[in-house]
């Protein structure tokens, strides 16, 4: 039976461009924001439950990164985004999930759409859309639930740890998507463990059963991870060449490196997917093979049996005359001449290897 599939841009179908429509799951999830603002000697932490409690830290002269949890939130989104100024196809990308990783260009603002990866509690890949609004002294992000993986980041701006509370709202952007890409390496390292289990497992013989399913989920895993990272090289080469006063040069040095972080994530992933391949046509001759040794087996009994079955024929002919069956030993004779046969292509099988 085929599986269902979610189409999420049907909910967007005939609408008006700018349209701003939710196209993930219903959910009655309840909005959440968290507000850092912070200067090189301090900062203020806030969580927030409305939207107009955070429209205050555009004015200010600190850095703000202002957190939004909650996308099925259209309304208060479509209030923020207006309040900073945001296009209507930037708020409609926003709560859009199913965007591909980009970056748009605005006159005081960059839009950037990144795709956030992580394990859930049973050790399944998350996807989760997390989007950025790149201002002079604020970067908001977006995304769909709390679960992310800027954990470290937030504690560098509480402990005042490297040079993020000394550093303008680009860097703030580069050590959260800085952040997302070390998260790639985790989650290619555990596909890397799989597919390496996997292996063992095929040529142990130990899964014969559920083989080709492991492969097939592992190749979707894989595919599902590249489609969310390989464009985002692109999305960084832009930020380097980016001419705008929102990215300073120092900064671009550091996205430079983001840069190389993904060459080997990509680079890691195109070698799984060879390995994939490599599996299933390991996991085929396995099989293959084994076939061949079940086959081998019956070829080699047919083989012995054939002779004798010949003899016994002979003896079973309804003929008048056959000498041997009025001598008294032709029975005993028969048997040992059948026996003396069958060792006889035992030790010439075992000579040849065949056994």
Known sequence: MAKKRTKKHQK??????????YT???????????????????????????????FDFKLTDCVSWINVNGLNHVTEIEKLGIHFNLHPL???????????????????????????LYHDADENIINEQ???????????????????????????????KGRVRTMQSDYLLYILMDAIVDEYFSIIETL??????????IFEGSIEETATK????????????????????????????????????RTKTYYRDIYDHLFQVTENIDIYREMIWSLMDMYMTTISNKMNEVMKVLTIMASIFIPLTFIA?????????????????????????????????LIYFKRKKWL
């Open 313 to 345: 024929g002979i003896y079973g002919m309804n003929f008048d005359y056959i000498p041997e069956l009025h001598y008294k030993y032709s029975y005993f004779i028969l048997w040992g001449v059948m026996i003396v046969l069958f060792i006889a292509m």
């Open 192 to 201: 890397g463990y799989k597919i390496e289990d996997l292996e063992s497992d």
């Open 90 to 116: 930037v708020i409609e990308d926003l709560v859009s999930i199913s965007q591909r990783p980009k970056i748009d260009e605005y006159e005081d603002y960059l839009f950037v759409v990144l795709k956030m």
């Open 12 to 21: 967007k179908s005939g609408l008006a461009p700018g349209s701003v429509i």
């Open 214 to 249: 492991d492969i097939q989920e592992l190749k979707k895993e894989i595919l599902k991870v590249r489609r969310s990272i390989f464009p985002l090289r692109e999305v960084i080469s832009r930020i380097e060449k980016d001419e705008s006063n929102l990215i300073q040069q």
């Open 24 to 54: 993930g799951e219903k959910s009655d999830k309840k909005l959440f924001l968290e507000v850092f603002d912070y200067t090189p000697e301090e900062y203020i932490e806030k969580e927030l439950n409305s939207i107009e409690e955070v």
């Open 130 to 160: 997390v989007s950025f609004i790149l201002g002079p002294n604020y970067v908001l992000s977006f995304q769909e639930s709390e679960g992310d993986v800027f954990g470290a980041v937030r504690d560098r701006i509480r402990q005042g």
